[in-house]
């Protein structure tokens, strides 16, 4: 990496060593372009004999009109007569200001292996974001002293969102932001955009339909008794929804109809022996087109807890997927969902399959092997469909004979920390670092 020095003089200059740079002796005492993030500006480009191979003078002008931190080091990429300094990379948080504040200190994971990603390392929020300056305030990564600084910068060259807008009033901000960014850098913003769980189910049905639980949008209360007379028990999610919450299912047993559902981490049970209760309940709970309709999936259950699987993928420095993790997710016990924010707990795949399901090694390879096969196909249908993502998680139900459904694709923030939980530190950090160096990758470094 290279170290930004400042040249006091007047001008549009940046002075490097004819070793570092070979590639650029044709443009001595040329105009060249030198670009930052969104910024670009045109400098006269010098060769010096006796400066330092790791450093490179820039004039005063040309750092402040780039915004360049001169905290960070940085690489140097030469594509004709344009420079480019990076990689510099900017993380789209939270939605407030404060809730970035709040945090800051678990950001630190993301530039664990700074000197392999290098460059400008930002984290910022909704509220920092300034369309019109194109600047952004937030905070700044400080190599030497590895702290967060704050600081207004320019839009970095690429954006990474691990924002998570769903189901608050910063919906439409948000998308306004994003479109903005990806007209602006084209490709290199990614974790965007988002899709319901509606708009995933008909993306996977043409070509994963033997993996899909059957599915229909909720338009009124009819919709949901056709279902329950195909299935007898469904289950109907919101579809934004996020955590297990405002889910619920919902079971036929003769002219009764009971309705199971968690709410803060309390099991409620409703029975209902009359259609016009029930009718109340529904059209007091559900909003039409803002839930699905689902065939409940025959999860298995373990100790009065249900069980499945969390499928953790990120994309390399090539730009390709690795799967990091396979985790399996036990639902708190009598509660209808797996989510560990909902009191559940968590560990290693492998660990679940030998004990609960009593497979032996071989088999236990095939399942996983045959996850990982699902996970990526439905990565790839997708992606077909203009859904730029960096990493995901995806959530897979296991029956007694080990057939598979998928339950649902975390893309907003699928956190990593469900490695964390079932004490898989080095997957946890690892999604994390190869994010960055896949941003880095973003950025043509």
Known sequence: MYEIKVYEKKGQMMIVSKSSFPGLVGYSNQHVRLQFGIKTIEVTIHFSDTINEENVHLSTSVVKQLGLPLTCGYDLVVQGDKITIGPFI???????????????????????????????????????????????????????????????FPFPAVVMSIAEPSLTSSWEVFHEHMKNFDSLLGGCVFNYPHFSKWEMHQILLPE????????????????????????????????????????????????????????????????????????????????????LIQQTIPLKTHEGSVIDFRVMVAKNEKGLWENLGIYSRYGARGQIVSNITAGGHTEIAR????????????????????MERIVLRSIQELE?????????????????????????????????????????????????????????????F
């Open 351 to 370: 660990s679940t399959l030998e004990t609960v399901w009593k497979l032996e090694d071989k088999e236990i390879q095939r399942v996983e092997q045959e």
């Open 90 to 152: 900017g993380i789209l948080c939270e939605l407030t200001n404060r809730k970035l504040m709040e945090m800051l200190p678990t950001y630190k994971s993301f530039v664990k292996g700074y000197r392999y990603i290098g460059g400008a390392v930002a984290v910022f929020s909704i509220e920092g974001i300034h369309k019109e300056k194109q600047m952004i305030s937030g905070y700044l990564y400080h190599p030497e002293k590895n702290t967060w600084e704050v600081k207004s």
């Open 208 to 291: 994963l339909k033997e993996y899909l639980p059957e599915t229909a949008l909720y338009r009124d209360v009819e919709d949901i008794y056709d279902m329950l007379n195909r299935y007898q028990s469904i289950y109907v999610k919101p579809v934004q929804g996020r955590l297990g919450k405002r889910i619920f299912n919902v079971v036929k047993n003769g002219d009764q109809i009971k309705v199971k559902y968690d709410e803060k981490r309390r099991r409620h049970e409703e029975v209902f022996a009359a259609r016009a209760e029930s009718n109340l309940f529904f059209q007091k709970h559900l909003i039409p087109d803002g839930f």
């Open 384 to 444: 077909d469909q203009g859904y730029h993502l960096g990493n995901i998680g995806v959530d897979i139900g296991l029956d007694d004979e080990c057939k598979m459904s998928i339950i649902e694709i975390n893309h907003q923030n699928p956190d990593p920390y469900i490695a964390l939980m079932a004490k898989d530190r080095l997957a946890f950090y690892k999604c994390r670092f190869q994010l960055m160096r896949y941003g880095r990758y973003l950025g043509g």
